[in-house]
């Protein structure tokens, strides 16, 4: 268990979780969004209510299995045993880590309105992105007190150019810009299950609470408000911005555009506003970057715990920092970048969105599944039958429904990647048996 010294509050929590959320994603997000056209904003709405469901049903989790941390692994494998756990767990610390690649991404895309070389420059842009990911696995290697004063600041700053560019945008919202309902080559339903799946990805955060669960005060109330609280906030956020940017940048320029806010807030105020907003973008990725990072140290640390991965994954430093899984993450995330640097900025953040929702979607699946079997094993059901369904089968269908939309190629890929662990499972379950 976590000293009381490493334990952080509700205004943390909850900063980790906006942070979490709001980060490379809604700054890079419209640009990707705008060649589907308006049918987009719809997708905004469908993708709100289906992780408002989520939240609810993660946020309910945290009251009945709380004090361990791992979230989604932990819920699970309350649920389904040990294999669920670890498919859960792996594909999870997969989109963690390869996520972490995609705000390094969305990191050089912000300074790319400051240096416009890097736009064209992969190797100093590479260098950059490798450099910010070894500076937060640092940060967190000392701890999640340090960490999530990071996450407090960078969460103040990031949401003031965006609250800027929405009140002050709808004075320069020109409607001959929106984009028409459908502007892409595929039918409207397509259209639609791709936008809810790429919008999902903006949404990808909604359980950070839950992971550093014994590091939290309280964490039976701590969690599930911090849980609900950043969800709203940042559902609020990103529907208001996409609806005000459609309306400022013709479509053309917004699709193009590696860091949309900033050529937003250059139409409001100028080279001033630009670089205003740029800076926002820039302080909105630095602290996901960070957020993120503290997670791809919890989940094989919780792993470790239940023997599904090896002892030294458990272990940790005197900040109560497990140091093993930070520093594997860092390394996995500089792969991802050295990878894929060959494509265009917009290009390359699309792919890991896709990649990184599906590996996040089937936690989400299998966590809604597990409300009824955690909630039926502690007495819960009987008492709240009707809730407790609702939520657990509007969870399934809405994660079912963004796996397909998703498309058949990060399907493949996805899957590739989750069944890529269990070898290890079947290496670490043989070695359980020959112990006992």
């Given at each position: 268990?976590?000293?009381?010294?490493?334990?952080?509050?509700?205004?943390?929590?909850?900063?980790?979780?906006?942070?979490?959320?709001?980060?490379?994603?809604?700054?890079?997000l419209p640009a990707t969004l705008s060649k589907y056209g308006s049918i987009s904003l719809v997708g905004w709405i469908f993708t709100a209510a289906g992780a408002l469901i989520l939240a609810k049903i993660?946020?309910?989790?945290?009251?009945?299995?709380?004090?361990?941390?791992?979230?989604?692994?932990?819920?699970?494998?309350?649920g389904f045993g040990d294999f669920i756990g670890f498919i859960v767990a792996w594909g999870y610390?997969?989109?963690?880590?390869?996520?972490?690649?995609?705000?390094?991404?969305?990191?050089?895309?912000?300074?790319?309105?400051?240096?416009?070389?890097?736009?064209?420059?992969?190797?100093?842009?590479?260098?950059?992105?490798?450099?910010?990911?070894w500076f937060?696995?640092?940060?967190?290697?000392?701890?999640?007190?340090?960490?999530?004063?990071?996450?407090?600041?960078?969460?103040?700053?990031?949401?003031?150019?965006?609250?800027?560019?929405?009140?002050?945008?709808?004075?320069?919202?020109?409607?001959?810009?929106?984009?028409?309902?459908?502007?892409?080559?595929?039918?409207?339903?397509?259209?639609?299950?791709?936008?809810?799946?790429?919008?999902?990805f903006a949404f990808l955060g909604i359980e950070t609470a839950t992971i550093p669960s014994e590091n939290i005060e309280q964490p039976q109330k701590t969690i599930a408000k911090a849980t609900m609280l950043g969800t709203a906030i940042a559902t609020l956020v990103y529907v208001l911005s996409t609806v005000v940017l459609f309306g400022l940048l013709p479509v053309g320029r917004l699709a193009s555009s590696p860091a949309p806010f900033a050529e937003a807030g250059a139409i409001i105020a100028g080279n001033t506003g630009s670089y205003?907003?740029?800076?926002?973008?820039?302080?909105?990725?630095?602290?996901?970057?960070?957020?993120?990072?503290?997670?791809?140290?919890?989940?094989?640390?919780?792993?470790?715990?239940?023997?599904?991965?090896?002892?030294?994954?458990?272990?940790?430093?005197?900040?109560?920092?497990?140091?093993?899984?930070?520093?594997?993450?860092?390394?996995?995330?500089?792969?991802?970048?050295?990878?894929n640097f060959t494509e265009s900025l917009v290009d390359q953040f699309e792919f890991i969105a896709l990649l990184t929702t599906l590996c996040c979607l089937v936690p989400y699946l299998f966590v809604a599944a597990a409300y009824i079997l955690i909630t039926r094993e502690k007495g819960i059901f009987s008492q709240q039958k009707v809730q407790v369904a609702t939520l657990s089968v509007l969870g399934v269908i809405y994660s079912l429904w963004a796996i397909y939309g998703s498309g058949a190629e990060t399907v493949l890929y996805g899957t590739i990647l989750l069944f890529a662990g269990l070898p290890l499972f079947a290496w670490m379950k043989y070695r359980q048996k020959r112990k006992g």
């Open positions: 268990m976590a000293t009381s010294s490493q334990k952080i509050g509700l205004i943390t929590t909850t900063a980790l979780v906006v942070g979490n959320m709001i980060g490379s994603g809604i700054f890079v993660f946020a309910n989790l945290s009251k009945i299995v709380h004090n361990k941390s791992g979230g989604p692994y932990i819920f699970a494998r309350a610390w997969i989109s963690v880590w390869v996520v972490n690649a995609g705000i390094a991404v969305a990191i050089i895309g912000a300074l790319s309105v400051f240096f416009p070389s890097l736009e064209d420059n992969a190797l100093v842009s590479v260098a950059i992105g490798l450099a910010f990911i937060f696995t640092w940060v967190n290697i000392r701890g999640i007190k340090l960490s999530g004063k990071f996450a407090v600041v960078t969460t103040a700053l990031k949401l003031l150019p965006l609250v800027l560019v929405i009140v002050c945008g709808i004075f320069f919202f020109d409607a001959d810009n929106f984009p028409a309902f459908n502007s892409s080559s595929a039918s409207d339903f397509d259209a639609f299950s791709a936008v809810a799946t790429l919008t999902l205003f907003v740029a800076a926002g973008a820039l302080i909105a990725a630095i602290g996901a970057l960070n957020g993120w990072t503290l997670v791809v140290g919890q989940l094989p640390m919780a792993m470790a715990r239940d023997q599904v991965l090896p002892a030294s994954f458990a272990k940790k430093n005197r900040q109560d920092a497990p140091v093993l899984g930070l520093l594997l993450g860092g390394a996995l995330s500089s792969g991802i970048m050295l990878m």
